[in-house]
């Protein structure tokens, strides 16, 4: 309440809050003892005795934050209003394993806290995304199938040696529909995030939240079948997946058969920047694809918006003329009847800006703070 | 928390709640005004002096329930703690309209009042469920297919001259829904619920709370397409949908064309109750086609519990078979770990269960005492 409402006196909490003036004190003397909250001067209070006011102090301490992908990784440090002060992006394959990925992910850090000349004892918090299912609970991957031996690791334990603070760890779409949610689209409480890059995948916004599921596979939507594809065998076992169908992978391959020279989804997504004919027809008919599976969820979920984000979306407005088509074609009047999609408004910086939310948000929680802001998620 | 702890003493109220002693001075005051809790006797007291406990009182007032469906309605009369004292099925044509229909809902209402010795002023609340979408702000219905004369129909505002409480409107299934969440699984907060009957359609639970989508419309998977199916042709103008292939009114066709006498999904659930084998087969074959939409909900959602409710469901384990064996097939391998699809655990009471927690819920929650429990949802 103080961070989002500014500089407000004891008895001003007390009131908006109903808590009782003790209950106040005393979480005013933790919050201040904790650094969070400084006074700044008095304001006019009604009995005539000038009150002290309180005010959020956001260089109390700093996140790290980190996206991690199948290839690639940005990292940043930010305050605890979610303003970056550091970031970098660099080259770190998931696949390298958690040992090896972590440590540079532990380098980068220190390094980007010497750039903003931050000492590591002021890390509050960490949050991290990763390619692949993760139950959120415990910040452990569960059978993700390109993060080879990461499966079950629990990664805060990993890092909790060296940052005694909170770390949490959620998928890449999910943290990329966080920053999209709060970010970029006004916190719409009924948002599909979609990501078309080499896979497909979707974060869901239910009640306000990231709806996660019952061990954090929700949104998996790469392996929904799309009909008339049993010929295309997916990497999961099964035939005619919607990310083995319509996703980066699938593109490649495709435009590789036609002779272009392609190797992953980014140079697909220069090929549909440069109006190559035959990469642009194929980016729509992938959009007609997604459009299939999109349609039915739609149907289920009736989202207020659908926001596309990933490289190949960020490329083409191709691949949303194809979704559209299928999508108010297969889905029901009143679904589509004030149903919007676009295309993300942070670009590749969604799931990073999405990590410093998920971070904050925890660490600044009642829940949290009661323990003492030594509480580890593990 | 009166109700759900016990009685309790305004000292431990505010040591549990963290209020200040006035404010829970202020707020029981106004409980014991409005008889909803009442003082039942002294309590130890740690000052050595006795403190007045308080308790929940359920007879302070009763609710109204009516869970309308397409030819039949449920209607019952419960105590503030949600137990039935009347109720009663009726058969209630939906299409006869609102006026009809609201003035004969007025009418067994009144007669259940008696039925149980209970004066019309006693009423805190109504709860009602009809079989179409329904804007649940307002309580409208939006372009309901069944319901003729209904469309953006504000109920609460035509029930509100005698009854000048809170009336609250939801469509079928999520009432069965919130009926089945709350009494008959045990709150899992990961729970898709599914009606099979003459329609199929959905509700879905996220974190913990019916989730209702940008216009009331999330659950409806009736429409979406099932693949292979292009030439049957859906009531809403598309072809291919759910219900339209595998619903009660698609197995009543069919079954007629195989020489069988059946008029509706009572019938065909009776049919295959007495192992009529095209019945049993044909129903078996809906399953599947359910398990090919559900299988894409499971993936998308991650869902603990599938509860499958309506007649045909509550009739017969070859539809569970036919969903389960294309669910375990079509579904990844995480989604499906830990899955459990089962039957409802309240048969056709699940609804008039939902439309009760829905409005006992919602009389109690602090919003709306705040504003003295005339606060009428319109």
């Given amino acids: ?136 609970a415990t910040g452990r991957p569960i059978s993700p199938p390109i993060m080879p031996g990461w499966d079950g690791v629990q990664i805060p334990a990993l890092l909790r040696a060296r940052w005694p603070v909170p770390i949490l760890v959620d998928n890449d779409v999910n943290i990329m529909t966080m920053g999209e949610y709060t970010s970029g689209w006004g916190r719409n409480e009924n948002l599909l995030f979609v990501k078309v890059a080499t896979g497909v995948g979707a974060g869901i916004v239910t009640q306000g939240k990231i709806y996660r599921g019952a061990l954090g596979a929700a949104g998996d939507i790469g392996h929904i079948p799309v009909a008339g594809h049993d010929d295309v065998v997916c990497e999961c076992g099964n035939t005619g997946c919607l990310e083995a169908v319509a996703g980066g992978r699938a593109l490649v391959r495709k435009l590789r058969d036609l002779g272009a020279e392609v190797d992953d989804s980014r140079d697909v997504a220069d090929l549909v920047r440069g109006h190559d004919p035959d990469a642009v027809r194929l980016v729509r008919e992938s959009g007609r694809h997604l459009g299939e599976v999109l349609a039915s969820l739609v149907n289920a979920l009736n989202p207020a918006v659908i926001v596309i984000g990933g490289d190949l979306a960020d490329a083409s407005e191709q691949l949303f003329a194809g979704i559209r088509e299928i999508v108010y074609l297969r889905s029901t009047a009143l679904a589509t009847r004030h149903l919007e999609i676009v295309g993300g408004a942070l670009g590749d910086h969604a799931g990073i800006t999405g990590a410093i939310v998920m971070v904050t948000e925890h660490i600044l929680s009642p829940g949290v703070f009661d323990a003492g802001l030594a509480h580890v998620i593990c």
Same sequence: chains 1, 2.
């Fill in 1 to 136: 309440m103080i961070r989002d409402t500014g500089p407000v006196t004891r008895a001003e909490i007390a009131a908006h809050t109903g808590l009782g003036r003790s209950t106040v004190a005393h979480r005013v003397d933790a919050l201040i003892a904790h650094n969070l909250v400084h006074e700044v001067g008095e304001q006019p209070s009604t009995g005539g005795r000038r009150a002290t006011a309180l005010a959020f102090n956001a260089a109390a301490g700093v996140v790290l934050a980190a996206d991690l992908g199948a290839t690639h990784a940005r990292l940043a440090v930010a305050d605890l209003a979610g303003r970056r002060l550091a970031d970098r992006a660099v080259e770190l394959p998931i696949a390298a394993g958690p040992h090896k990925v972590l440590a540079a992910v532990e380098r980068k850090f220190l390094a980007l806290l010497r750039a903003c000349s931050r000492d590591p004892t002021a890390v509050r918090g960490i949050g991290i995304g990763v390619p692949g299912p993760v139950e959120f």
